[in-house]
């Protein structure tokens, strides 16, 4: 049986969707063709992004590239979060139970709310005035 190459896991968060692969290698993580350290300056982003490996305890294990698509950066580094639980829990079962247990593998449904007609937003309506 021919071993497989790389876990392939698909993110998303809010309308971002991040198409990830990790293979066995040195920890460096590419995103759209850069390293993630360029991709994403902002370390709040950089920790969410390595969150899941770090917590397996992966960080110089894998090498970890990157499609993302649409949202912003934050989005975008939900998603790749989540891509990276995914193609790991796909690794190991303890990997699975692990990354369940700190909350990495469910998707954040979260997602701004559609505007209603007359309405200024999704739940703000216009100031009322009695005269």
């Known amino acids: 049986m021919e071993r497989q190459s790389y ?3 698909t993110g998303r968060r809010k309308t971002a969707i991040a198409r990830v692969r990790v293979m066995r290698g040195n920890g460096a993580i590419i995103i759209d063709g850069m390293p993630f350290e360029e991709r994403f300056p ?12 770090v917590i397996t305890e992966n960080t110089n294990k894998y090498n970890v590239v990157v499609k ?12 790749i979060s989540h891509g990276i639980s995914r193609a790991l829990a796909k690794i190991s079962d303890d990997f699975k139970v ?4 700190n909350g990495l593998l469910t998707r954040d449904a979260r997602a701004k709310e559609r505007k209603k007609p007359g309405l200024k937003r999704a739940r703000k ?5 009695k005269r």
């Open 7 to 9: 876990f392939y896991g």
């Open 42 to 53: 902002s370390l709040e982003h950089q920790h969410t992004i390595l969150k899941p490996l």
């Open 68 to 79: 993302v698509e649409g949202g912003g950066v934050s989005g975008q580094s939900g998603a």
């Open 98 to 101: 692990t990354l369940r247990h």
């Open 125 to 129: 309506a216009p100031q009322y005035t």
